[in-house]
């Protein structure tokens, strides 16, 4: 692509948050809060529900802080790329745009989006990176 931005966060930074994203997604509400059973008595069923102390969340929370602002900003303009509301094209305005935002609420906005995952994938398609290929060279 001749005219593909180029991006402060690497997109091995960009696939381990939409994988954590799709985690953190992944969680069912509480079927049962006071559960004291052991996790090898319900086949680790309790994993899959979304608690106050999640360590998924608190995981991809902490991806995203770890993120300079820069990086951050790359990571916001991408999702608005990949939810539609910019083009690829428009790279430069959905970066300006991303500047904008007080950089204090970039985290929990990112991590509350629903379908972040899907969005930074999209938007990562856009540009031309592919998470198969990032996935192939790693192994």
Not at 99 to 127: F, Q
């Amino acid at each position: 692509m001749a005219n593909q931005p180029t991006l402060t966060i690497s997109p091995d930074k960009v696939f381990f948050i939409l994988v954590k994203a799709r985690e953190f997604d992944a969680k069912e509400e509480l079927s049962d809060p006071d559960s004291g059973s052991n996790p090898t008595d319900d086949n680790a069923i309790d994993v899959l529900e979304d608690r106050s102390d999640d360590p998924t969340f608190e995981e991809l929370a902490g991806a995203v802080r770890g993120l300079n602002i820069d990086e951050q900003l790359d990571l916001l303009a991408l999702m608005w790329i990949g939810r539609g509301d910019f083009t690829p094209e428009q790279w430069k305005e959905a970066r300006e745009e991303a500047a904008g935002v007080a950089h204090k609420h970039v985290t929990r906005y990112l991590v509350h989006t629903p379908l972040v995952a899907d969005y930074l994938e999209e938007a990562m398609a856009g540009l031309g990176y592919s998470f198969e290929d990032l996935e192939k060279n790693r192994l």
